[in-house]
């Protein structure tokens, strides 16, 4: 059975930070693309991630409005990948899922992600 299972989350105040985790199970982990996804309270999940890991080579993409302040990596003999959140701002409040592709899409949308976890609530205060 795939799992995925985040943890991390929390209330923290603007400026402060936050690492998220993405624990794995049930798939080859170094084969798949793991992605970031966040829900803002009201809205719909963003189609676009906001950072994504190929395991199989590393290369990692980000979405404009976190570069510089999000930063994510993975452990592939801990089949977890890690979200660093910095800069934290009240904007990046959301619920914050983790996904996994098969494949490296063109873009970080959720199309390619075919298994999801339930999130981690992300509460930035000003």
């Known amino acids: 059975e795939v799992q995925l299972v985040e943890s991390g989350g929390g209330l923290v105040q603007a400026g402060g930070s936050l690492r998220l985790s993405c624990a794995a199970s049930?798939?080859?982990?170094?084969?798949?693309?793991i992605g970031w996804f966040r829900q803002a309270p009201g809205k719909e999940r963003e189609r676009e991630g906001v950072?994504?890991?190929?395991?199989?080579?590393?290369?990692?993409r980000y979405a404009d409005s976190v570069k510089g302040r999000l930063t994510i990596s993975s452990d592939n003999t801990r089949n977890t990948v890690y979200l660093q959140m910095n800069s934290l701002i009240p904007e990046d409040t959301a619920v914050y899922c983790c996904?996994?592709?098969?494949?490296?899409?063109?873009?970080?949308?959720?199309?390619?992600?075919?298994?999801w976890g339930r999130g981690t609530q992300v509460t930035v205060y000003s």
């Open positions: 996904a996994a592709a098969a494949v490296w899409g063109r873009r970080s949308t959720s199309e390619y992600y075919g298994y």
């Open positions: 049930g798939f080859t982990f170094a084969d798949f693309t």
């Open positions: 950072a994504c890991i190929s395991n199989v080579d590393g290369r990692t």
